[in-house]
């Protein structure tokens, strides 16, 4: 997992398990994230159309109308994410 928040085993778990808390994307309910959250990990629930920035000023630091299929998870450090269709779960970083 691509954080600097990953210090042990117990904290992936953490994380993971959604002990930060969560956003839920749902296209007939909130399709963005509020502003001032950072997300560890997104959770593809339904096939979805994704926007999403990063954190980062390296590398690549967003993503537009990315086709997130269902199951699929992405990994990272992100500040905004915001969908289109589908249904995804971001989970909070602490």
Known sequence: MATKQLYSANHYHRLSFGDFGFRLLDEDATTSTPSGESFCTIHC???????????????????????????????????????????VICYLHR
Request: aromatic fraction near 6%; avoid cysteine.
């Open 45 to 87: 629930l339904k096939d979805a159309v994704i926007t999403m920035t990063s954190n980062h000023t390296v590398g690549d630091s967003s993503i537009t109308s990315l086709d997130f299929k269902e199951g699929h998870i992405l990994y990272g450090d992100f500040h905004t994410v915001s969908i289109t269709s589908g249904i």
